[in-house]
């Protein structure tokens, strides 16, 4: 995930990266050596990030911003540290999404959760911004208009997701060549907490859930990159399938923002009969944009449709980076 | 689907292929001839078949019994037309498969619905039997235990379809490689109408549909062979983990009858975290075995599991065989 | 193919597109319903281009200069008839290549081939120039530094192709899936003649093609694009690493003309074990890059190595795209 | 590999597996619950192996032949130390292949090799008995019958080679999903030197290689079972298409043996334009049977075909378990 981190900020308008912190082995080698052949990315590793010298665990930084994609092992620890230290650290791990002041933040859909760092104990700047899992943000972002303009009392997600959201090495071949599997481990009860977390509301003891019951089945496909999930809603009111459209198409919260990695159109809603596809949708919006389609009514809930985003892109490193530009954009970074 | 049948039928101990008929481009030539670099299954062309002279659309054919893979866009006139003839015809063809006189039917689910042979308007030993669409033998079967021992109230399958489904050429490559596609034309409706009538009571206009809804959401996946359906369901009364395994293993209603394509355990119900997959499990019991898994609890509905079986072995060809089978044992055939 | 011609001519700096022919089928609808759910491109349909009102074959054209993505079975005549009607035609297709007098041209090979447009038979500005078959050009770029440093006296090309190479719907999916085939339908011919009239003089009758002995085996592989080659070559006199390396990174014949769709450098030579890939090396320079690696001794022929080029970019529209920008570089169009 | 050894011995009509030795981790333990859920094939753990109490690295053995599928960094001197404690080791491991005095055996090829046996310096009835590489198998195989026939004067083998090979974990599915490897970390110095030793003839200090230039070419792709290898060759004579399909064809060496693994017909010369393809052809005679085909005029040097085999059977456990059937069969164990 580091990997796309430094890809998408190569050239950023706003952020540069001027330090890279890894593990003990890592340090003191130049990026370009410590990751070696595991750069997995079609570009190549970035000129300026290159010959960085990379810094250890605990090491001080200077950089007031930090992004991490600690792996969840570690990344508790460390990233309270840096925040302790009085570093706004926009976190991809997992370890305190959850926690009822840690924000849980996608940018168009609960902005105003970024008020917690107002109350987190950290000071000098110091605080710990979080985003969605991969899947999540998919889930979330395709519900939150729903949500928004009709109410959700139950919603089914089940999950096609890529194996890069794994990592590297993640996925032995051997297991997805040609294959599914039917499971992805700690997958579903992340998806099922953090989409109520992101689609709460504040309120005195931090986030309130939102308060539907949602169930993730989750399954690995052999494909590169981008999550598919097919959705089912019930709905709190009645809503036609011209209203659902609507709610999603216009769905622009950060428009007039002009943040770099804002899509214009966070939610491309397509009604052909084959759309979304991963090999074909994912790359939206620079894999910023949310694509959903095939909305039919539900014999049993009341619609089903799909969602399809790109799990390393919208789904972590840009995830984390668009939460950063939105702080610096309401002044908090 | 012919290829399959063909294969299948190869040594069977109460079966023997004596003639195959085909379309008009087809009739004349040797069936090795005519199919060419279109056989595609792993094991060769049986040479007992292979020197069979392919007969035309309406040729006189001289087995009482029938075995249908014809396309859907002639299989409706044609397999009347010898039913007619007083043949008696297994279709996997989906033309006749709601005519409520028809019976749609997996053996150790409902194989009293071939009773309805009897109301049949066909005489001299003419009779019309299909079984199920690929998908909904997998999601009938993985349901036939728990709707008997519970009742189901609802059920919501998402499958995860093999390619071969599609036949020959089917599925183009750049369709799939690294994809998903979440749409299969056609396969929703069918899901959701004939799971119900295999689910269903005879009575006296013919079967009677179960009464719950279904909801099917389908997709096309980079496997060869094997559905997986991520399946959902309420129950018509509390079940517990146990009593749902229990109901599984316990399904096994033709032990006795020795029917030579009929698995020993229709249903394997496994408890590892990742199974069924369809690498591993596709050809469990000859491909004619169901592999279920993953049982948890679902928050909006009541439980959620994993089913797969093999689409064109106990999806198609082997479950048109054993219809035949159990209509033989049964003194129809 | 035309759907990569219309996407990579989008926004071109020198061309616009301004009409469309296609078959009778297509003809007087607008180019995004004739093209449908075909179009397969991860970019959408260019907005120019997707009101165009296709025309229909023989349909006179306005423009000068037309690239043909014409099916080899209507190309041969149809692209006459438009050299004889004034037109300048820079073809994809097959049928005219290894006609002496029509140029079969990468630019920064055999730029000067183009002098053959002078001895064609067509006035008015009508012309005919072909670019090579997809594996071709891989393998003629790749072996024309090292032709002219050191002299090729054998070839020996083991392809991986991939299966965008064959269109749409092209290559079955149950043909490839976790599949090799060893067998791309008249391929291996044309490797073996295309490459030598690359790397051929002009001579009074023509082109004189290079003299030495080409063996093409070819492979369709489960990749969607870029064609991997597997070369070995004996060379006219002895040469090192070095030199070899050098020869590769100093082909940059074209560098100063700055023709919009010519890569800086059109050869990267890598030095890793395991490079070029297709996943990771196809999209350089805009899909218009060579890369080659692998460099190692062969105990049979004298080099081995490894050549990777994206088929419908650099392997076909993109290639037919860099001939028209030579020739108008050249004053030729 | 000890999957496939097992898999292969259960059911063997002379070997009974009695005892399993692995590493100091899984020793104690069930071998089933050892192997967990890293048991990859798609038949189940076979029950009289599954309860088997793993021993460790040096525990003393009852039985006189062991196979090994032991990893390369440990198999060099635990093979050696039960080969002097008297056991006959039937070894996978490429430690010892090119020792002069250790037989490189292909039972169809080079049974005399076995002989070797008598030199070693083990007392008490112990050796150490190798098969080749994988890849190196499928390629002694196809050229020993044109060997033998014609001589071999050069032969360049470019690999196709499925993941099963580098075991599990193994290939990492980000690296070679709708990708190609154009490297096997060690894998052309092996075919290159073993296909020699198994070609050459024993001589007074052992195996004399045979005295040709091979070059090998390996790439990793896509596909779960199955190398396939392009293959052009010199002969020492003149050879007719004729002859040398009835070279393959009539090198039926064991047929009167009667060995329970060795296939009637280990050579299949098929005549189609498509074939071999590994997803079709590889289970031939188990997994034991080698497939060529697509033998056409190579314009470099004599003729090119392509050959398949099975990787994990032909390639691995079922070799060395022919080698041990032959040394039973020859009166050696």
């Known amino acids: 995930m580091g990997q796309r981190f430094l890809q998408l900020l190569n050239g950023h308008p706003w952020f540069e990266v001027v330090e890279v912190m890894a593990s003990d082995q890592s340090a003191g080698r130049s990026y370009a050596e410590a990751v070696g052949s595991r750069w997995k990315l079609t570009t190549a590793i970035p000129d300026s990030v290159a010959s960085l010298r990379v810094k250890g665990p605990r090491a001080p930084l200077r950089a007031h911003l930090l992004f991490s994609a600690l792996d969840a092992s570690v990344a508790g620890g460390l990233e309270e540290e840096y925040a302790r230290a009085g570093h706004l650290v926009s976190s ?52 939150a208009p729903l949500h928004h303009s009709f109410g959700i009392e139950a919603a089914i997600a089940t999950t096609f997701q890529a194996t890069s959201g794994a990592g590297y090495p993640g996925v032995p071949s051997l297991d997805i060549l040609g294959n599914v599997i039917p499971f992805v481990s700690g997958e579903e009860p992340k998806i099922e907490s953090e989409t109520l977390k992101i689609l709460g509301r504040l309120g005195p003891k931090g986030v309130e859930a939102a308060d539907f019951p949602v169930s993730a089945l989750c399954h690995r496909v052999p494909v590169i990159d981008g999550h598919l999930v ?69 014999p049993v809930l009341d619609w089903k449709f799909e969602a399809l985003g790109h799990n390393t892109i919208r789904g972590a490193a840009g995830a984390a980076i668009l939460n950063a530009e939105i702080l610096v954009r309401d002044g908090r970074a």
Chains 1, 2, 3, 4 share one sequence.
Not at 98 to 110: A, F, Q, R, S
Request: proline share 8%; glycine share 6%; aromatic share 2%.
């Open 92 to 143: 991809n791990a997992r370890n305190h999404r959850m926690n009822p002041l840690v924000p849980l933040v996608i940018p168009e859909v609960n902005r105003d959760h970024m008020e917690l760092l107002e109350r987190q104990a950290y000071s000098n700047g110091g605080g710990l911004v979080t985003n969605p899992n991969c899947s999540a943000i998919v889930i979330a972002m395709a519900l």
């Open 230 to 298: 097919a959705l089912i809603v019930k709905l709190g009111r009645r809503a036609t399938e011209k209203e659902i459209l609507a709610a999603w198409r216009s769905f622009r919260p950060l428009r007039k923002l002009e943040l770099p990695s804002a899509p214009l159109d966070p939610i491309d809603a397509r009604t052909e009969d084959d759309r979304p596809q991963p090999r074909l949708d994912v790359d939206r919006a620079g894999g910023m944009g949310l694509t959903v389609g095939r909305l039919r009514r539900c």
